[in-house]
Protein backbone atom coordinates (compact mmCIF):
# COMPACT_ATOMS: atom_id res chain seq x y z
CA UNK A 1 0.00 0.00 0.00
CA UNK A 2 0.91 3.19 -1.11
CA UNK A 3 0.62 6.38 1.60
CA UNK A 4 -0.60 9.24 0.00
CA UNK A 5 1.81 11.86 -1.25
CA UNK A 6 4.51 9.28 -0.95
CA UNK A 7 5.96 6.85 -3.89
CA UNK A 8 3.82 3.83 -5.06
CA UNK A 9 2.30 1.38 -2.31
CA UNK A 10 3.11 -1.70 -1.46
CA UNK A 11 0.77 -4.63 -1.31
CA UNK A 12 0.44 -8.17 0.32
CA UNK A 13 -1.90 -10.95 0.15
CA UNK A 14 -3.44 -12.70 3.09
CA UNK A 15 -6.52 -14.68 4.24
CA UNK A 16 -8.89 -13.74 6.41
CA UNK A 17 -10.88 -16.15 8.04
CA UNK A 18 -14.83 -15.11 9.05
CA UNK A 19 -16.65 -17.10 11.86
CA UNK A 20 -20.58 -16.79 11.53
CA UNK A 21 -22.67 -17.49 14.41
CA UNK A 22 -25.98 -19.12 14.35
CA UNK A 23 -28.51 -17.52 15.44
CA UNK A 24 -32.10 -18.95 16.28
CA UNK A 25 -33.72 -16.76 13.77
CA UNK A 26 -35.83 -19.60 12.00
CA UNK A 27 -39.43 -21.17 12.92
CA UNK A 28 -39.58 -24.94 12.71
CA UNK A 29 -41.45 -25.77 10.01
CA UNK A 30 -43.83 -28.66 10.06
CA UNK A 31 -43.27 -31.57 7.29
CA UNK A 32 -46.30 -33.36 7.39
CA UNK A 33 -49.44 -32.96 9.38
CA UNK A 34 -52.58 -35.18 8.01
CA UNK A 35 -54.97 -32.80 6.08
CA UNK A 36 -57.88 -35.18 6.34
CA UNK A 37 -59.97 -36.01 9.59
CA UNK A 38 -58.72 -38.56 11.20
CA UNK A 39 -61.51 -41.29 11.77
CA UNK A 40 -61.17 -43.28 15.33
CA UNK A 41 -63.67 -45.91 16.30
CA UNK A 42 -64.65 -45.28 19.84
CA UNK A 43 -63.43 -49.02 21.35
CA UNK A 44 -59.63 -48.96 20.28
CA UNK A 45 -57.66 -49.56 23.36
CA UNK A 46 -55.54 -46.82 25.52
CA UNK A 47 -52.68 -46.50 23.22
CA UNK A 48 -53.80 -46.91 19.80
CA UNK A 49 -51.73 -44.51 17.16
CA UNK A 50 -53.29 -42.19 15.31
CA UNK A 51 -50.74 -40.37 13.46
CA UNK A 52 -47.25 -39.35 13.54
CA UNK A 53 -46.09 -35.72 13.25
CA UNK A 54 -42.96 -34.65 11.81
CA UNK A 55 -41.40 -31.28 11.46
CA UNK A 56 -38.04 -29.52 11.04
CA UNK A 57 -35.99 -26.38 12.18
CA UNK A 58 -33.12 -24.80 10.06
CA UNK A 59 -31.51 -23.24 12.73
CA UNK A 60 -28.53 -25.92 13.15
CA UNK A 61 -28.01 -27.71 16.54
CA UNK A 62 -31.82 -26.38 17.24
CA UNK A 63 -34.46 -29.64 17.83
CA UNK A 64 -38.02 -29.47 17.57
CA UNK A 65 -40.58 -30.09 20.16
CA UNK A 66 -44.47 -31.05 20.02
CA UNK A 67 -47.37 -30.20 22.02
CA UNK A 68 -51.46 -29.61 22.02
CA UNK A 69 -51.86 -25.80 22.75
CA UNK A 70 -55.29 -26.99 24.54
CA UNK A 71 -54.95 -30.41 27.08
CA UNK A 72 -56.95 -32.70 25.74
CA UNK A 73 -56.93 -35.79 27.78
CA UNK A 74 -58.83 -38.08 25.08
CA UNK A 75 -55.19 -37.67 23.48
CA UNK A 76 -51.52 -37.79 24.13
CA UNK A 77 -49.14 -36.06 21.89
CA UNK A 78 -44.83 -37.52 22.14
CA UNK A 79 -43.02 -34.30 22.46
CA UNK A 80 -40.28 -35.52 20.60
CA UNK A 81 -41.51 -38.19 17.86
CA UNK A 82 -44.92 -36.30 17.71
CA UNK A 83 -46.91 -39.59 18.20
CA UNK A 84 -50.52 -38.85 18.46
CA UNK A 85 -51.98 -41.55 20.57
CA UNK A 86 -55.15 -42.38 22.24
CA UNK A 87 -54.97 -41.64 25.83
CA UNK A 88 -58.31 -41.87 27.24
CA UNK A 89 -61.21 -44.70 26.46
CA UNK A 90 -63.23 -43.09 23.92
CA UNK A 91 -67.29 -44.29 24.06
CA UNK A 92 -69.60 -42.60 21.76
CA UNK A 93 -72.36 -43.09 24.16
CA UNK A 94 -70.58 -40.92 26.88
CA UNK A 95 -71.87 -37.20 26.43
CA UNK A 96 -68.89 -36.04 28.27
CA UNK A 97 -66.85 -36.79 25.03
CA UNK A 98 -66.46 -34.89 22.16
CA UNK A 99 -67.80 -36.66 18.86
CA UNK A 100 -64.76 -34.94 17.07
CA UNK A 101 -62.03 -33.01 17.86
CA UNK A 102 -60.03 -30.25 16.62
CA UNK A 103 -56.72 -30.58 17.90
CA UNK A 104 -54.03 -27.53 17.79
CA UNK A 105 -50.39 -29.08 17.71
CA UNK A 106 -47.63 -26.32 18.88
CA UNK A 107 -44.06 -27.04 17.27
CA UNK A 108 -41.28 -25.24 19.04
CA UNK A 109 -37.91 -24.97 18.88
CA UNK A 110 -35.39 -25.51 21.83
CA UNK A 111 -35.91 -22.40 23.71
CA UNK A 112 -38.91 -22.08 22.79
CA UNK A 113 -38.03 -18.91 20.79
CA UNK A 114 -39.70 -19.90 17.75
CA UNK A 115 -42.55 -22.32 17.20
CA UNK A 116 -45.25 -23.48 14.40
CA UNK A 117 -48.59 -24.47 14.95
CA UNK A 118 -51.38 -26.71 12.99
CA UNK A 119 -53.90 -28.74 13.71
CA UNK A 120 -55.41 -31.92 13.75
CA UNK A 121 -58.78 -33.01 13.19
CA UNK A 122 -60.08 -36.69 14.82
CA UNK A 123 -63.47 -37.43 14.13
CA UNK A 124 -64.91 -40.30 16.46
CA UNK A 125 -66.64 -43.11 14.77
CA UNK A 126 -69.88 -45.15 16.34
CA UNK A 127 -69.06 -48.70 17.02
CA UNK A 128 -71.83 -51.43 17.76
CA UNK A 129 -70.11 -51.98 21.09
CA UNK A 130 -73.77 -51.91 23.61
CA UNK A 131 -76.89 -54.57 23.19
CA UNK A 132 -80.02 -53.89 23.15
CA UNK A 133 -81.04 -53.51 26.94
CA UNK A 134 -84.54 -53.43 28.18
CA UNK A 135 -86.62 -52.60 31.49
CA UNK A 136 -87.13 -56.32 32.69
CA UNK A 137 -85.01 -59.12 32.06
CA UNK A 138 -87.72 -62.32 32.95
CA UNK A 139 -91.82 -61.55 33.68
CA UNK A 140 -93.75 -64.52 35.01
CA UNK A 141 -97.83 -63.92 33.83
CA UNK A 142 -100.64 -66.32 34.87
CA UNK A 143 -103.59 -65.92 32.42
CA UNK A 144 -106.83 -67.77 33.10
CA UNK A 145 -107.31 -70.73 30.25
CA UNK A 146 -109.98 -69.45 28.73
CA UNK A 147 -108.11 -65.97 28.04
CA UNK A 148 -109.65 -64.40 24.67
CA UNK A 149 -106.67 -64.62 21.38
CA UNK A 150 -105.61 -61.34 21.41
CA UNK A 151 -105.15 -60.45 24.42
CA UNK A 152 -101.84 -58.04 24.88
CA UNK A 153 -99.93 -59.71 27.67
CA UNK A 154 -96.53 -57.86 27.64
CA UNK A 155 -95.29 -54.75 25.73
CA UNK A 156 -90.93 -54.78 25.89
CA UNK A 157 -89.68 -51.70 26.57
CA UNK A 158 -85.91 -52.36 25.19
CA UNK A 159 -83.31 -49.44 24.11
CA UNK A 160 -80.16 -49.37 22.57
CA UNK A 161 -77.81 -47.17 23.60
CA UNK A 162 -75.54 -46.68 20.32
CA UNK A 163 -75.38 -43.45 19.16
CA UNK A 164 -76.10 -43.84 15.34
CA UNK A 165 -78.26 -46.09 13.05
CA UNK A 166 -78.10 -49.00 12.53
CA UNK A 167 -76.36 -49.66 15.70
CA UNK A 168 -79.28 -48.44 17.44
CA UNK A 169 -82.26 -49.81 15.58
CA UNK A 170 -83.83 -52.84 17.54
CA UNK A 171 -85.94 -56.05 16.68
CA UNK A 172 -87.99 -58.25 18.46
CA UNK A 173 -87.86 -62.36 17.48
CA UNK A 174 -89.95 -64.95 19.59
CA UNK A 175 -87.89 -67.72 20.10
CA UNK A 176 -90.05 -70.83 21.59
CA UNK A 177 -91.15 -74.09 21.07
CA UNK A 178 -93.54 -75.50 18.29
CA UNK A 179 -96.06 -75.93 21.13
CA UNK A 180 -95.69 -72.15 22.32
CA UNK A 181 -95.13 -70.44 19.05
CA UNK A 182 -98.68 -71.50 17.88
CA UNK A 183 -100.07 -70.33 21.29
CA UNK A 184 -98.76 -66.56 21.08
CA UNK A 185 -97.03 -63.96 18.24
CA UNK A 186 -95.17 -61.61 18.42
CA UNK A 187 -95.53 -58.13 16.88
CA UNK A 188 -92.89 -55.36 17.36
CA UNK A 189 -92.66 -55.40 20.78
CA UNK A 190 -95.85 -56.40 21.73
CA UNK A 191 -96.57 -60.17 23.15
CA UNK A 192 -99.89 -61.62 22.62
CA UNK A 193 -102.33 -64.68 23.15
CA UNK A 194 -102.72 -66.36 19.80
CA UNK A 195 -103.16 -67.79 16.85
CA UNK A 196 -104.80 -70.30 18.89
CA UNK A 197 -106.34 -70.06 22.44
CA UNK A 198 -104.43 -71.45 25.77
CA UNK A 199 -105.37 -74.88 26.43
CA UNK A 200 -104.11 -76.51 30.04
CA UNK A 201 -105.96 -79.80 28.87
CA UNK A 202 -103.10 -81.40 26.92
CA UNK A 203 -100.73 -84.13 27.42
CA UNK A 204 -98.06 -82.21 25.96
CA UNK A 205 -98.69 -79.05 28.41
CA UNK A 206 -99.13 -81.22 31.17
CA UNK A 207 -95.65 -82.30 30.80
CA UNK A 208 -94.78 -78.47 30.07
CA UNK A 209 -96.11 -78.57 33.74
CA UNK A 210 -98.66 -76.05 33.12
CA UNK A 211 -96.39 -73.28 31.82
CA UNK A 212 -95.42 -71.85 28.61
CA UNK A 213 -91.81 -70.96 28.75
CA UNK A 214 -91.13 -67.92 26.30
CA UNK A 215 -87.73 -66.24 25.05
CA UNK A 216 -87.57 -62.93 23.04
CA UNK A 217 -84.54 -62.25 21.43
CA UNK A 218 -83.65 -58.33 21.24
CA UNK A 219 -81.00 -57.62 19.04
CA UNK A 220 -79.71 -54.39 17.12
CA UNK A 221 -78.84 -53.99 13.57
CA UNK A 222 -75.29 -53.77 14.05
CA UNK A 223 -72.45 -55.32 12.45
CA UNK A 224 -71.89 -57.73 14.15
CA UNK A 225 -75.83 -57.49 15.68
CA UNK A 226 -75.89 -57.47 19.37
CA UNK A 227 -78.64 -58.99 20.74
CA UNK A 228 -80.11 -60.00 25.17
CA UNK A 229 -82.34 -62.31 25.31
CA UNK A 230 -85.72 -61.41 27.75
CA UNK A 231 -87.60 -64.26 29.35
CA UNK A 232 -91.35 -65.12 29.93
CA UNK A 233 -93.19 -67.21 31.70
CA UNK A 234 -96.48 -67.69 31.51
CA UNK A 235 -98.57 -70.01 33.70
CA UNK A 236 -102.03 -71.65 33.03
CA UNK A 237 -103.48 -72.93 35.93
CA UNK A 238 -106.15 -75.57 35.24
CA UNK A 239 -109.63 -75.07 35.05
CA UNK A 240 -112.84 -77.17 34.53
CA UNK A 241 -114.77 -75.51 31.93
CA UNK A 242 -116.13 -78.32 29.35
CA UNK A 243 -119.14 -80.45 30.58
CA UNK A 244 -118.88 -84.51 29.87
CA UNK A 245 -119.88 -85.56 26.92
CA UNK A 246 -121.36 -88.81 25.78
CA UNK A 247 -121.66 -90.70 22.35
CA UNK A 248 -125.46 -89.66 22.60
CA UNK A 249 -127.85 -88.92 25.82
CA UNK A 250 -129.66 -91.69 25.49
CA UNK A 251 -128.67 -95.14 25.63
CA UNK A 252 -130.24 -98.65 24.65
CA UNK A 253 -129.01 -101.47 25.99
CA UNK A 254 -131.04 -105.22 25.66
CA UNK A 255 -130.32 -108.18 28.33
CA UNK A 256 -132.05 -111.52 28.46
CA UNK A 257 -134.10 -112.62 30.90
CA UNK A 258 -132.88 -115.16 32.76
CA UNK A 259 -129.44 -113.61 33.16
CA UNK A 260 -127.29 -114.01 36.41
CA UNK A 261 -126.81 -111.37 38.95
CA UNK A 262 -124.01 -109.40 37.95
CA UNK A 263 -124.34 -109.34 34.27
CA UNK A 264 -122.75 -106.71 32.53
CA UNK A 265 -126.23 -105.14 30.83
CA UNK A 266 -124.08 -102.15 29.15
CA UNK A 267 -121.38 -99.14 29.59
CA UNK A 268 -121.74 -95.54 28.92
CA UNK A 269 -119.56 -93.91 26.97
CA UNK A 270 -118.75 -90.35 28.29
CA UNK A 271 -115.80 -88.34 28.33
CA UNK A 272 -114.60 -85.37 29.09
CA UNK A 273 -111.50 -82.90 27.82
CA UNK A 274 -110.53 -81.35 31.06
CA UNK A 275 -107.42 -82.37 32.99
CA UNK A 276 -106.99 -84.95 34.23
CA UNK A 277 -109.30 -86.37 30.92
CA UNK A 278 -112.07 -88.08 31.71
CA UNK A 279 -112.15 -88.32 35.30
CA UNK A 280 -115.66 -89.12 35.69
CA UNK A 281 -118.33 -90.14 38.25
CA UNK A 282 -121.58 -91.89 37.00
CA UNK A 283 -124.47 -91.97 39.77
CA UNK A 284 -128.12 -93.12 39.02
CA UNK A 285 -130.30 -90.88 39.94
CA UNK A 286 -133.60 -91.44 38.99
CA UNK A 287 -135.79 -93.98 36.16
CA UNK A 288 -137.66 -97.36 36.95
CA UNK A 289 -135.39 -99.44 38.35
CA UNK A 290 -138.25 -102.19 39.18
CA UNK A 291 -138.96 -103.06 42.85
CA UNK A 292 -136.39 -103.82 44.37
CA UNK A 293 -134.05 -102.19 42.22
CA UNK A 294 -133.07 -104.84 39.38
CA UNK A 295 -129.85 -102.73 38.55
CA UNK A 296 -126.79 -100.98 40.15
CA UNK A 297 -124.04 -98.74 38.34
CA UNK A 298 -120.38 -99.38 39.19
CA UNK A 299 -119.17 -95.03 39.55
CA UNK A 300 -116.06 -95.22 37.94
CA UNK A 301 -116.42 -97.48 34.93
CA UNK A 302 -120.08 -95.94 34.29
CA UNK A 303 -121.30 -100.10 34.00
CA UNK A 304 -124.47 -100.92 34.04
CA UNK A 305 -125.15 -104.39 35.61
CA UNK A 306 -127.95 -106.78 36.61
CA UNK A 307 -128.96 -106.92 40.28
CA UNK A 308 -131.41 -109.06 40.61
CA UNK A 309 -133.25 -111.93 38.48
CA UNK A 310 -135.60 -110.17 35.52
CA UNK A 311 -138.92 -111.20 34.25
CA UNK A 312 -139.82 -109.74 30.76
CA UNK A 313 -143.76 -111.03 31.06
CA UNK A 314 -143.75 -108.97 34.39
CA UNK A 315 -141.73 -105.90 32.99
CA UNK A 316 -140.06 -105.58 29.70
CA UNK A 317 -138.47 -102.51 29.83
CA UNK A 318 -136.27 -100.20 32.32
CA UNK A 319 -135.74 -96.13 32.20
CA UNK A 320 -132.87 -95.38 33.69
CA UNK A 321 -131.47 -91.68 34.47
CA UNK A 322 -128.00 -91.30 34.97
CA UNK A 323 -125.77 -88.53 35.79
CA UNK A 324 -122.12 -88.19 35.09
CA UNK A 325 -120.02 -85.85 37.22
CA UNK A 326 -116.37 -84.37 36.29
CA UNK A 327 -113.79 -84.91 39.14
CA UNK A 328 -110.50 -83.36 40.33
CA UNK A 329 -110.84 -81.06 36.97
CA UNK A 330 -109.46 -78.04 38.92
CA UNK A 331 -106.20 -77.20 40.24
CA UNK A 332 -107.68 -76.67 43.45
CA UNK A 333 -110.83 -79.09 44.39
CA UNK A 334 -114.35 -76.81 44.16
CA UNK A 335 -117.43 -78.84 44.22
CA UNK A 336 -119.07 -75.94 43.02
CA UNK A 337 -117.46 -75.61 39.83
CA UNK A 338 -117.98 -79.22 38.96
CA UNK A 339 -119.61 -80.31 35.73
CA UNK A 340 -122.35 -82.65 34.83
CA UNK A 341 -124.44 -84.32 32.01
CA UNK A 342 -127.15 -86.68 32.34
CA UNK A 343 -128.34 -89.73 30.34
CA UNK A 344 -131.33 -91.51 29.38
CA UNK A 345 -130.49 -95.67 29.37
CA UNK A 346 -133.08 -97.91 28.32
CA UNK A 347 -133.17 -101.32 28.94
CA UNK A 348 -135.34 -103.45 26.77
CA UNK A 349 -135.38 -107.59 28.18
CA UNK A 350 -135.14 -110.02 25.83
CA UNK A 351 -137.80 -113.17 26.00
CA UNK A 352 -136.76 -116.18 26.83
CA UNK A 353 -138.93 -119.17 26.35
CA UNK A 354 -138.71 -120.07 29.98
CA UNK A 355 -142.71 -120.04 30.02
CA UNK A 356 -144.72 -122.95 28.55
CA UNK A 357 -148.37 -122.77 27.05
CA UNK A 358 -151.66 -122.56 29.27
CA UNK A 359 -155.03 -123.18 28.32
CA UNK A 360 -157.68 -122.01 30.23
CA UNK A 361 -159.65 -123.99 31.27
CA UNK A 362 -157.67 -127.60 31.11
CA UNK A 363 -159.86 -129.59 30.00
CA UNK A 364 -162.86 -129.28 27.77
CA UNK A 365 -166.21 -131.21 27.84
CA UNK A 366 -168.99 -130.68 25.34
CA UNK A 367 -171.82 -132.42 23.78
CA UNK A 368 -172.89 -132.33 20.21
CA UNK A 369 -175.39 -134.21 17.73
CA UNK A 370 -173.86 -137.05 15.62
CA UNK A 371 -174.99 -135.10 12.46
CA UNK A 372 -172.85 -131.95 13.40
CA UNK A 373 -170.14 -131.70 10.53
CA UNK A 374 -167.16 -128.64 10.97
CA UNK A 375 -166.47 -126.67 14.17
CA UNK A 376 -167.83 -126.76 17.45
CA UNK A 377 -165.61 -125.81 20.30
CA UNK A 378 -162.66 -123.33 20.21
CA UNK A 379 -159.50 -123.82 22.47
CA UNK A 380 -158.69 -120.72 24.76
CA UNK A 381 -154.84 -121.24 24.78
CA UNK A 382 -152.14 -118.34 25.07
CA UNK A 383 -148.45 -118.41 26.15
CA UNK A 384 -146.87 -115.14 28.35
CA UNK A 385 -143.15 -115.27 25.87
CA UNK A 386 -144.93 -116.29 23.05
CA UNK A 387 -147.40 -114.81 20.80
CA UNK A 388 -150.16 -116.98 19.27
CA UNK A 389 -148.57 -116.79 15.60
CA UNK A 390 -145.55 -118.76 17.53
CA UNK A 391 -147.93 -121.15 19.37
CA UNK A 392 -148.91 -124.66 17.38
CA UNK A 393 -151.38 -126.73 18.52
CA UNK A 394 -152.19 -130.63 17.18
CA UNK A 395 -154.19 -133.76 18.34
CA UNK A 396 -151.82 -136.22 19.71
CA UNK A 397 -154.47 -138.03 21.37
CA UNK A 398 -157.88 -140.15 21.20
CA UNK A 399 -158.71 -139.20 17.79
CA UNK A 400 -159.83 -142.58 16.61
CA UNK A 401 -159.95 -142.87 12.83
CA UNK A 402 -159.02 -139.19 12.69
CA UNK A 403 -162.96 -137.89 12.93
CA UNK A 404 -161.96 -135.21 14.60
CA UNK A 405 -159.49 -131.67 13.14
CA UNK A 406 -158.61 -128.40 14.31
CA UNK A 407 -159.40 -125.58 12.32
CA UNK A 408 -157.42 -121.82 12.49
CA UNK A 409 -158.17 -119.13 11.00
CA UNK A 410 -155.19 -116.59 11.25
CA UNK A 411 -153.24 -116.35 14.26
CA UNK A 412 -156.40 -116.91 17.19
CA UNK A 413 -156.35 -120.38 18.98
CA UNK A 414 -158.35 -123.09 16.58
CA UNK A 415 -161.63 -124.55 17.03
CA UNK A 416 -162.26 -128.41 17.01
CA UNK A 417 -164.43 -129.62 14.07
CA UNK A 418 -165.18 -132.83 13.09
CA UNK A 419 -164.60 -134.81 9.89
CA UNK A 420 -167.89 -136.01 8.52
CA UNK A 421 -171.53 -136.93 9.82
CA UNK A 422 -171.40 -139.36 12.55
CA UNK A 423 -175.03 -140.45 11.70
CA UNK A 424 -174.34 -141.15 8.16
CA UNK A 425 -171.09 -141.65 7.35
CA UNK A 426 -168.84 -142.37 10.25
CA UNK A 427 -171.43 -144.61 12.34
CA UNK A 428 -174.29 -145.52 10.44
CA UNK A 429 -177.17 -146.58 12.97
CA UNK A 430 -175.61 -145.18 15.54
CA UNK A 431 -178.04 -146.20 18.18
CA UNK A 432 -176.19 -145.10 21.72
CA UNK A 433 -174.43 -142.23 23.19
CA UNK A 434 -170.61 -142.24 22.30
CA UNK A 435 -168.04 -140.38 24.75
CA UNK A 436 -164.64 -139.63 22.70
CA UNK A 437 -161.51 -137.79 24.73
CA UNK A 438 -159.06 -136.10 22.94
CA UNK A 439 -155.48 -134.73 23.52
CA UNK A 440 -154.56 -131.30 21.70
CA UNK A 441 -150.62 -130.54 22.19
CA UNK A 442 -150.10 -126.91 22.60
CA UNK A 443 -146.15 -125.77 21.53
CA UNK A 444 -144.73 -122.75 21.64
CA UNK A 445 -141.77 -121.30 19.65
CA UNK A 446 -143.09 -121.83 16.30
CA UNK A 447 -140.38 -122.28 13.53
CA UNK A 448 -137.83 -121.73 16.57
CA UNK A 449 -135.28 -124.31 17.68
CA UNK A 450 -136.88 -127.77 19.14
CA UNK A 451 -134.61 -127.84 22.09
CA UNK A 452 -135.82 -124.92 23.40
CA UNK A 453 -139.70 -125.31 22.63
CA UNK A 454 -142.13 -125.69 25.54
CA UNK A 455 -145.87 -127.94 25.31
CA UNK A 456 -148.89 -128.13 27.08
CA UNK A 457 -151.78 -130.35 26.63
CA UNK A 458 -155.45 -129.96 27.10
CA UNK A 459 -157.88 -132.52 26.93
CA UNK A 460 -161.32 -132.24 25.44
CA UNK A 461 -164.27 -134.25 25.85
CA UNK A 462 -166.88 -134.86 22.97
CA UNK A 463 -169.90 -136.46 24.12
CA UNK A 464 -171.49 -137.52 20.45
CA UNK A 465 -175.55 -138.40 20.47
CA UNK A 466 -177.14 -140.11 17.98
CA UNK A 467 -180.09 -137.70 16.06
CA UNK A 468 -182.58 -140.55 16.75
CA UNK A 469 -181.73 -143.53 19.44
CA UNK A 470 -183.40 -146.74 18.33
CA UNK A 471 -184.63 -149.13 20.69
CA UNK A 472 -182.54 -152.61 20.73
CA UNK A 473 -183.73 -155.88 19.60
CA UNK A 474 -184.08 -158.67 22.45
CA UNK A 475 -180.74 -160.20 20.31
CA UNK A 476 -178.82 -156.88 21.05
CA UNK A 477 -176.31 -157.16 23.78
CA UNK A 478 -175.80 -154.13 25.30
CA UNK A 479 -171.96 -152.66 25.38
CA UNK A 480 -170.66 -150.62 28.06
CA UNK A 481 -168.72 -147.72 26.81
CA UNK A 482 -165.23 -147.34 28.24
CA UNK A 483 -162.92 -144.35 28.40
CA UNK A 484 -159.50 -144.10 29.41
CA UNK A 485 -159.49 -140.51 30.97
CA UNK A 486 -156.19 -138.89 29.41
CA UNK A 487 -153.81 -136.85 31.75
CA UNK A 488 -152.56 -132.91 31.38
CA UNK A 489 -148.94 -134.12 31.36
CA UNK A 490 -146.11 -133.26 28.99
CA UNK A 491 -145.84 -135.16 25.59
CA UNK A 492 -143.08 -137.25 25.00
CA UNK A 493 -142.39 -136.36 21.67
CA UNK A 494 -139.60 -133.67 21.06
CA UNK A 495 -141.05 -131.51 24.13
CA UNK A 496 -140.57 -134.50 26.32
CA UNK A 497 -144.28 -135.31 27.36
CA UNK A 498 -146.68 -138.64 26.84
CA UNK A 499 -150.25 -138.38 25.73
CA UNK A 500 -152.98 -141.09 26.80
CA UNK A 501 -154.27 -143.53 24.37
CA UNK A 502 -158.16 -143.26 24.47
CA UNK A 503 -160.24 -146.18 23.45
CA UNK A 504 -163.74 -146.10 23.00
CA UNK A 505 -166.59 -148.67 22.29
CA UNK A 506 -170.18 -148.70 21.16
CA UNK A 507 -172.48 -151.23 20.71
CA UNK A 508 -173.38 -152.22 16.63
CA UNK A 509 -175.69 -155.20 15.39
CA UNK A 510 -174.77 -157.05 18.55
CA UNK A 511 -171.09 -156.60 17.83
CA UNK A 512 -168.52 -154.48 19.22
CA UNK A 513 -166.26 -151.85 17.23
CA UNK A 514 -163.17 -151.23 19.45
CA UNK A 515 -161.32 -147.97 17.93
CA UNK A 516 -157.50 -147.22 18.61
CA UNK A 517 -155.14 -144.98 17.88
Known sequence: MRSRGRGPAESCVGTVTLHIQDVNDESPLLTYSPDAPLYVHENVPLGT????????????????????????????????????????????????????WVLCVRVYD??????????LTVILQDVNDNSPRCSRDIY??????????????????????????????????????????????????????????LDSDSAVFVG????????VKVSDEGSPALSTIVTVIVRVPRMNELDPVGTTSAFTFTIPENSPADTLVGQLTFSDAD???????????????????????EPDTGMIKLLGSLDREAESQYKIVVR??????????????????????????????????????????TRIYSTVKGPFIQL??????????????????????????????????????????FQYDGFQGIQAPVTVQLLVEVTDELGGSKAHQLS???????????????????????ASTTVLTGTNTPPTRDAQCSHTVCIVSFPRRDKTLTLAP
Not at 208 to 215: D, G, Q, R
Open 208 to 215: MHFKYTLF
Open 380 to 421: NCSDRDSPQGQLSYSIVGGNTHNHFTLQRLGVDPPSLATRQH
Open 140 to 197: TIELAENTPVGTLLISLACTDTDGTSPNSNITYHLIADPFSNETFSLTNNELKVGPKH
Open 49 to 100: KLTTLTATDRDADDSVRYEFVETHKEFFINEDSGEVTVAYPLDYEDVGIPKS
Open 456 to 478: ATSTITVHVVPWTTPHPTSSTKT
Open 324 to 365: VTDVGNDAYPDPLRQRSATAQVTVNVLNVNDEPPTCHPPHLE
Open 275 to 297: WPFNSLKYTIVGGRLGTPPRFYM
Open 110 to 119: NQRAHSTTGT
